[in-house]
């Protein structure tokens, strides 16, 4: 087991109306710490989900755990095979290698904070994400960025039986 030691000297205070917003709905993102800030430490960004938006589809990181903490109302989130639902105050940490995505509950909105430690420089995906959404770069030129980000998609056949609304909800 190894032990990240960030390298930072000061505090990171990063304001709400300072915050980089990315999309405008469903789904949007506050960008709030990313690795150069917190010296390697974590990443952070803020994810509104509005009526049912995904937020991620299925992928893994190779070195990094991700924690979802919601803030408000209700998600879907994939951990490995399984989809469990998480409401306001849960908490859902996700370690390296282990396959996950997340969604707004269907019909319903979520507030989640997620941290993904140790940090990786991710504001920049989230840039990429938004020129997807554009139509400025095709969908899969993610997959030539995979390895910077961290970031490996994969398939899930949980995941999509959940999107489809075909699988009994697992809510442990």
Request: charged share 25%; hydrophobic share 40%.
């Amino acid at each position: 087991m190894s032990f990240i030691l960030p390298d930072f000297s000061s505090s990171v205070t990063v304001r709400s109306a300072d915050a980089e917003t990315v999309g405008l709905g469903p789904t949007t993102l506050r960008l709030l710490a990313d690795r150069s800030a917190t010296g390697g430490a974590l990443s952070a960004v803020r994810a509104t989900l509005t009526d049912g938006a995904d937020g991620a589809r299925p992928h893994r990181h190779g070195n990094s755990a991700e924690m979802f903490f919601m803030l408000s109302g209700s998600a879907r989130i994939l951990a490995g095979d399984e989809v469990l639902t998480a409401g306001t105050g849960d908490l859902v940490v996700v370690p390296p290698g282990l396959p996950h995505a997340f969604a707004a509950e269907p019909g319903g909105d979520a507030d989640l904070l997620i941290v993904i430690t140790p940090g990786v420089e991710r504001f920049e995906y989230f840039r990429h994400l938004r020129r997807i959404a554009l139509g400025e770069v095709t969908p899969e030129s993610l997959l030539e960025v995979q390895e910077v980000y961290d970031t490996y998609f994969l398939p899930s056949a949980a995941w999509d039986d959940e999107r489809r609304g075909g699988r009994e909800r697992d809510d442990t």
